[in-house]
């Protein structure tokens, strides 16, 4: 992708993540800096008023070794080769030398009139022996910037260690010129309270009962019904693309609870795999106007400082997508008397940890019914509804009311069908599966930090790949020979197993959100969700071909 068409994709990532509405600001490493550049400059230059409300917004940028002159672009190619291996997205950029020169002319000769604040630093360190970007090849040519030198090489410019570090100090204190400078032509408003929540989601449909279930969890009552006593702790599990993440995005920005937890006291954490507590507990400081939770070094020295920053607020807290109880440990430390706790996860045993023994404290979220998911689909690919309503149904049908699979299989039919293609062969191959697991997932499931979205197959993935191979086996066995719809007994397991108890397998995929029990108890029954089985028979072996 080239640096233009990577910038409007960035762009449009901010925007429909809620960014560009207030002062915004933006710290860069290395090739990053050119990419903020040439946003900028495509930001003002398209004219779409979403864009350049962002550009307008924008206060500053702090450059860590951005090579802004190009002379040491070679150096740039040479260290991330052998430092990490060198992406197409930066083999196309460092092969565009003068079209890089321009950007630097742009910026240099635009950002003194656009009000922008300009802060530079370089390293004077060798990375393998040789200094990556040189002082002079990370001067951004701005009048009133003057390129700071520090001892650091062109990796660990961008990681301080202490918060006594040149570049942390610089950092921080380039954050409070940015939001405290008033330039001579503007006027000092005063911005919003300070807050860390995702946008509500673009597309919310058939979740209005739900929404309103977890609204009166929360002490929210519908109108002429008696005020509830506020719960604690409230635990969403489901199935994985469910719409765990969308239904807690909904509930964080819903007037009714920011009316309930005033003055900026909705609080969002996104977990994750592989979570830095650590950073996202400091992170809230900002939100909390706490400079001694932005610095702590420790977790617990964070716990005890988010605890001492929340002190008697009446508040939200949003936990998404926890994948390990001890995960929410800290929070649930944390939080006080007047604290509300609100936790996602599509991991069953997670979510039974967590709630310590109170099952009154989980929220199962319910599958859309067929109504509410013909209405997704409607609104996604309205034509081919109308055209096509019985093929529709029986798609919804098949894809028992996950939002995920729903979206994924709106968006390819909308676009099949916009482009004048008959939709009787998508339709058949969305209901076997293949093209659906290969699709890309809906833009709000890209990654942050990457900027990439990922397959359906590759979310789904994230399940499995944390079984071990003998239980993996067993849930592909499972989803290969499972009949239609996917629900089976202990007999079934027995037999396609051949296990004489297959109960611990069943309890690990109950816990791992792969399999759950829908039979009365002491006749035990399982359901495996119709993209689950998708999923276990795109696992069979190479070469083997799963019966029909």
């Given at each position: 992708?080239?640096?233009?068409?990577?910038?409007?994709?960035?762009?449009?990532?901010?925007?429909?993540?809620?960014?560009?509405?207030?002062?915004?600001?933006?710290?860069?490493?290395?090739?990053?800096?050119?990419?903020?550049?040439?946003?900028?400059?495509?930001?003002?230059?398209?004219?779409?008023?979403?864009?350049?409300?962002?550009?307008?917004?924008?206060?500053?940028?702090?450059?860590?070794?951005?090579?802004?002159?190009?002379?040491?672009?070679?150096?740039?190619?040479?260290?991330?080769?052998?430092?990490?291996?060198?992406?197409?997205?930066?083999?196309?950029?460092?092969?565009?030398?003068?079209?890089?020169?321009?950007?630097?002319?742009?910026?240099?000769?635009?950002?003194?009139?656009?009000?922008?604040?300009?802060?530079?630093?370089?390293?004077?360190?060798?990375?393998?022996a040789v200094v990556v970007v040189d002082a002079n090849s990370a001067n951004p040519a701005v009048e009133g910037c003057i390129t700071i030198p520090v001892d650091e090489d062109h990796i660990s410019i961008c990681k301080p260690s202490l918060h006594s570090d040149p570049v942390y100090v610089g950092v921080k204190s380039f954050i409070t010129q940015c939001l405290e400078d008033v330039g001579p032509t503007q006027t000092k408003t005063l911005d919003p309270a300070p807050t860390n929540l995702p946008p509500p989601p673009s597309l919310f449909i058939g979740r209005e009962e739900s929404l309103l279930d977890l609204k009166e969890r929360l002490g929210i009552a519908a109108k002429g019904l008696r005020v509830p006593p506020m719960q604690p702790l409230t635990i969403i599990r489901g199935w994985p693309g469910l719409g765990k993440t969308a239904i807690a995005r909904a509930?964080?920005?819903?007037?009714?609870?920011?009316?309930?937890?005033?003055e900026g006291n909705i609080f969002w954490g996104p977990i994750g795999e592989k979570p830095n507590l650590?950073?996202?507990?400091?992170?809230?400081?900002?939100?909390?106007?706490?400079?001694a939770l932005m610095q702590a070094s420790t977790l617990k020295e964070a716990t005890n400082f988010l605890a001492s920053a929340l002190g008697n607020r009446h508040a939200l807290l949003i936990l998404d997508d926890v994948w390990r109880a001890e995960d929410a440990d800290p929070f649930l430390k944390a939080r006080r008397r007047n604290c509300a706790l609100v936790i996602t996860t599509r991991l069953l045993d997670v979510a039974e940890h967590i709630a310590d023994g109170d099952p009154s404290a989980i929220y199962e979220l319910p599958r859309l019914t067929v109504n509410n998911a013909l209405k997704l689909l409607r609104a996604l690919a309205s034509e081919v509804v109308d055209e096509y309503p019985n093929e529709s149904r029986e798609l919804v049908a098949d894809l028992e009311g996950l939002p995920l699979a729903l979206k994924v299989a709106g968006l390819l039919l909308k676009?099949?069908?916009?482009?004048?293609?008959?939709?009787?062969?998508?339709?058949?191959?969305?209901?076997?599966?293949?093209?659906?697991?290969?699709?890309?997932?809906?833009?709000?499931?890209?990654?942050?930090?990457?900027?990439?979205?990922?397959?359906?197959?590759?979310?789904?993935?994230?399940?499995?790949?944390?079984?071990?191979?003998?239980?993996?086996?067993?849930?592909?066995?499972?989803?290969?020979h499972a009949p239609k719809p996917a629900t089976f007994d202990e007999d079934f397991m027995k037999e396609i197993l051949e296990l004489q108890n297959p109960r611990p397998i069943a309890r690990v995929l109950i816990g791992r959100g792969l399999l759950e029990p829908v039979g009365p108890r002491g006749f035990p029954r399982f359901q495996?969700?119709?993209?689950?089985?998708?999923?276990?028979?795109?696992?069979?072996?190479p070469g083997c071909f799963p019966p029909e």
């Amino acid at each position: 992708m080239s640096l233009p068409d990577r910038a409007r994709s960035v762009l449009d990532y901010l925007i429909n993540s809620g960014l560009g509405k207030r002062r915004l600001l933006f710290v860069t490493h290395s090739l990053g800096g050119l990419l903020v550049k040439q946003l900028l400059r495509t930001a003002y230059e398209f004219q779409q008023p979403e864009w350049k409300a962002l550009a307008e917004n924008t206060k500053g940028v702090m450059f860590l070794s951005t090579p802004h002159q190009g002379s040491d672009l070679a150096n740039v190619a040479s260290a991330f080769k052998t430092l990490v291996r060198l992406t197409p997205a930066m083999s196309d950029l460092l092969a565009k030398d003068p079209h890089l020169r321009e950007i630097g002319t742009w910026y240099s000769e635009n950002a003194r009139r656009l009000g922008l604040i300009t802060k530079a630093y370089a390293e004077t360190k060798p990375t393998n022996a040789v200094v990556v970007v040189d002082a002079n090849s990370a001067n951004p040519a701005v009048e009133g910037c003057i390129t700071i030198p520090v001892d650091e090489d062109h990796i660990s410019i961008c990681k301080p260690s202490l918060h006594s570090d040149p570049v942390y100090v610089g950092v921080k204190s380039f954050i409070t010129q940015c939001l405290e400078d008033v330039g001579p032509t503007q006027t000092k408003t005063l911005d919003p309270a300070p807050t860390n929540l995702p946008p509500p989601p673009s597309l919310f449909i058939g979740r209005e009962e739900s929404l309103l279930d977890l609204k009166e969890r929360l002490g929210i009552a519908a109108k002429g019904l008696r005020v509830p006593p506020m719960q604690p702790l409230t635990i969403i599990r489901g199935w994985p693309g469910l719409g765990k993440t969308a239904i807690a995005r909904a509930l964080a920005n819903d007037p009714e609870v920011e009316k309930a937890f005033p003055e900026g006291n909705i609080f969002w954490g996104p977990i994750g795999e592989k979570p830095n507590l650590l950073s996202e507990i400091a992170s809230w400081g900002y939100v909390l106007k706490s400079d001694a939770l932005m610095q702590a070094s420790t977790l617990k020295e964070a716990t005890n400082f988010l605890a001492s920053a929340l002190g008697n607020r009446h508040a939200l807290l949003i936990l998404d997508d926890v994948w390990r109880a001890e995960d929410a440990d800290p929070f649930l430390k944390a939080r006080r008397r007047n604290c509300a706790l609100v936790i996602t996860t599509r991991l069953l045993d997670v979510a039974e940890h967590i709630a310590d023994g109170d099952p009154s404290a989980i929220y199962e979220l319910p599958r859309l019914t067929v109504n509410n998911a013909l209405k997704l689909l409607r609104a996604l690919a309205s034509e081919v509804v109308d055209e096509y309503p019985n093929e529709s149904r029986e798609l919804v049908a098949d894809l028992e009311g996950l939002p995920l699979a729903l979206k994924v299989a709106g968006l390819l039919l909308k676009s099949e069908y916009r482009k004048g293609f008959g939709i009787t062969e998508l339709l058949s191959e969305l209901r076997g599966g293949a093209r659906l697991l290969n699709a890309k997932a809906p833009i709000d499931r890209t990654d942050p930090k990457t900027l990439v979205t990922p397959t359906v197959r590759v979310l789904l993935q994230k399940s499995t790949d944390h079984l071990d191979e003998r239980t993996r086996d067993y849930f592909t066995l499972l989803g290969v020979h499972a009949p239609k719809p996917a629900t089976f007994d202990e007999d079934f397991m027995k037999e396609i197993l051949e296990l004489q108890n297959p109960r611990p397998i069943a309890r690990v995929l109950i816990g791992r959100g792969l399999l759950e029990p829908v039979g009365p108890r002491g006749f035990p029954r399982f359901q495996m969700h119709a993209l689950l089985v998708m999923h276990a028979r795109s696992l069979f072996p190479p070469g083997c071909f799963p019966p029909e």
